[in-house]
């Protein structure tokens, strides 16, 4: 299993060969080109503006994120908005290191999943490097709530996330998305699930400045009587939620071994999460604790 083989001795990867892509942002509907370059072994995944001469280089990391509302924003003034799918699409595909050059605030949305980004590093080919990765697993459950949201956490040997989306038709109802997540299976059923929202809700977006760059081709829209165009899965929004989560968990900068439960959560919640992973891991390496049975 790709996943356990990774988790014990696996090392890290970064892209064979420098790789661009172009497209214009979901919420800016600015035209922007990216340049994704091989990294060092350790140096994780950091983003660059290129188009802001002498901008500092911002790591990909949970205590550089400036903004959740509507995606994830590292950085501040010189930061990158909408990284969560190249995240999602580097994680799935166990790509450790990677230099994102980008000449804009935001990154393209594409086709609205990760698929495109997935093709990209394929095309570029991958190189195993020295370094070995260091999963982070839990010797205890971790939780976040906010509201009647909510992320568990529990010890587990494979990274397996079950999602429960509580979607807004009554159509739809709730769905719930489980996947036991390894380099194949997030390629074929996790990469390709698109971007969804309210059909009403994009009216009241748009006033605001955001979702400028969204259409039917990278964006699934769901009104009161189900989708409002043609669902790539049935279950299309669930398997979105794993793939934003996934990528929000990159912010770790090591992979995860746990199972994790996830109802009605976002990027702020996700975000949260991770911030409470990487403080449990903390507390688990300065005292380590022995079971005593
Ligand atoms: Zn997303």
Redesign the pocket.
């Known amino acids: 299993m790709t996943a356990s083989v990774r988790g014990e001795r696996g090392r890290q990867h970064t892209l064979r060969r420098p790789v661009t892509l172009s497209g214009v942002g979901l919420h800016s509907g600015q035209p922007v080109i990216i340049e994704c370059r091989p990294g060092a072994p350790g140096s994780g995944i950091t983003f660059v503006r290129t188009d802001l001469p002498g901008a500092t280089p911002i790591a990909a990391r949970a205590e550089t994120v400036g903004d959740v509302m509507r995606?994830v924003t590292l950085g501040g003034r010189d930061g990158v908005r909408t990284v969560?799918?190249l995240l999602a699409a580097a994680a799935g595909l166990e790509i450790d290191n990677l230099r994102v050059g980008v000449n804009g605030p935001e990154l393209p949305a594409l086709d609205g999943s990760a698929a495109p980004y997935c093709d990209a590093f394929e095309r570029a080919g991958l190189d195993e490097q020295p370094t070995r990765v260091d999963p982070v697993s839990l010797h205890e459950p971790v939780w976040v709530e906010r509201g009647t949201s909510w992320i568990l956490g529990i010890p587990a040997s494979q990274f397996r996330i079950t999602y429960v989306v509580p979607l807004p038709s009554d159509a739809l109802g709730i769905q719930v998305a489980d996947v036991e997540v390894d380099r194949t299976r997030f390629r074929k059923e996790i990469a390709p699930a698109r971007?969804w929202g309210r059909i009403d809700d994009l009216q009241t977006m748009r006033a605001q400045g955001l979702a400028l760059g969204a259409s039917e081709e990278n964006a699934l829209g769901i009104g009161p009587h189900g989708y409002t165009g043609t669902p790539r899965f049935p279950d299309e929004p669930a398997r979105?939620k794993i793939?934003?989560l996934i990528?929000d968990l990159a912010l770790l900068g090591r992979p995860l071994q746990a199972h994790l439960i996830a109802f009605g959560a976002g990027h702020a919640l996700h975000i949260e999460f991770v911030r409470a992973l990487e403080a449990s891991s903390q507390s688990t390496r300065s005292a380590p604790s022995f079971p005593s049975a």
């Open positions: 995606g969560e799918h971007t979105h793939l934003d990528g």
